[in-house]
């Protein structure tokens, strides 16, 4: 049955998802894939603003930014929506995972805990 499933794009032998497709995925899926590109693009970032092109990074950061979703609309400074909107999703995250390792040390102590009383508990009946 595997074997008359379709192949992917990147399962694909062209070469542009050998030579580009499969290193970037291969990339993607190390698990400190994120902390590399964030970064090479804070040097990125520091380079360029401190360059002989720093003006044209200022302009960038001061681009008009719209969203619209219906009659919805949101206008703005690209500064603005970074430090508004990718923070805020920035620290959502990070909580997120706070969250998640505070459960699971939590509940693998708990769980842990009440295996050797069970344990504990059954040595002792069965030993009468």
Same mark, same amino acid.
């Given at each position: 049955m595997?074997?008359?499933l379709p192949r992917t $794009? &990147?399962?694909s032998d @062209?070469? &542009? !998802?050998?030579r580009l497709g499969r290193p970037i995925s291969a990339f993607l899926h190390v698990e400190a894939s994120g902390g590399i590109l964030l970064v090479c693009a804070?040097? !990125? !970032? &520091?380079?360029?603003?401190? /360059? #002989?092109? /720093?003006d044209s990074y200022e @302009? %960038? %950061?001061h681009t008009s930014l719209t969203i619209s979703i219906g009659s919805f609309t949101v206008k703005d400074s690209l500064a603005h929506a970074i430090n508004d #909107?990718?923070?805020a999703v920035f620290f959502f995250v990070v909580g997120l995972e706070?969250? @998640?390792? $505070? $459960? &699971?040390v939590s509940f693998g102590t708990g769980v842990l805990l009440l295996c050797r009383r069970l344990r504990l508990w059954g040595e002792?009946? %069965? @030993?009468r």
């Open positions: 595997a074997d008359s $794009w &990147l399962q @062209r070469v &542009l !998802a050998r804070a040097i !990125a !970032a &520091l380079v360029w603003a401190n /360059s #002989g092109w /720093s @302009r %960038f %950061f #909107g990718l923070m706070i969250k @998640r390792e $505070w $459960w &699971l002792w009946l %069965f @030993r």
